[in-house]
């Protein structure tokens, strides 16, 4: 229960840094459609939301914390997209692309399995960034209901990778690293070597 707890402090702090320190990929140009520009508009004030003072010490109170602040800060644009998406109003790769952005941070599991499900229609849709993007958000998915990861782009104490059915070539076909690669970026981690520390995408095929 502890290292619940733990890891949905992590994932809970994440949604609060500020874009440059970010990641994730981020949002692209965007067309000049209505839906297009509020999804944009949505997308940057999720980004720009300053990270909070007095944050508590204690596990379990952080997580309350978190939990509290994006319920008030984030909980009303996430559900303005969700609405969106219920109405069948996407319809560009950018749109699906930043809906997936922001329904990939809220903070139930199933709100990165939909977000891998809105990446991946935009990756249909040729959008650059989405490969990677769903391969991501998938992880977090699985990392959420204490499971392997798929792809392992989820770095973390408790970090688990399935070795027994994806390859390293498959991992390439979503822009992410082997499993080679990611051991050395996760002893980066472990070693607090964050300067050094990327998990980034690697080029397409």
């Not at 949905?8 to 874009?19: E, N, Y």
């Not at 082997?178 to 607090?192: P, Y």
Request: charged share 25%.
């Amino acid at each position: 229960m502890q290292n619940r707890v733990m890891r949905g402090s992590a994932f809970l702090m994440t949604l609060l840094i500020p874009a440059g320190c970010s990641d994730k990929p981020t949002a692209p140009s965007t067309s000049s459609t209505p839906v297009t520009q509020e999804l944009q508009r949505l997308y940057d004030a999720d980004q720009n939301e300053p990270y909070p003072t007095n944050v508590p010490a204690d596990p379990k109170e952080k997580v309350a914390f978190f939990t509290a602040l994006w319920n008030e800060r984030f909980k009303p644009r996430y559900d303005q997209v969700l609405q969106l998406i219920r109405e069948d109003r996407l319809s560009s790769a950018d749109d699906y692309y930043i809906a997936g952005m922001i329904m990939n941070h809220g903070i139930k599991p199933k709100d990165n399995l939909l977000a891998h499900a809105l990446f991946t229609v935009a990756a249909f849709k040729n959008h650059p960034d989405t490969k990677w993007a769903s391969a991501a958000a998938l992880d977090n998915y699985l990392a959420g209901i204490d499971k392997p990861q798929l792809f392992g782009t989820v770095y973390g104490e408790h970090r688990q990778v399935t070795t027994d059915l994806m390859t390293d070539p498959l991992r390439r076909q979503f822009c992410v690293p082997s499993l080679s690669e990611q051991q050395r970026l996760a002893d980066l981690r472990r070693k607090g070597k964050s300067a050094a520390f990327d998990r980034g995408k690697i080029q397409c095929p």
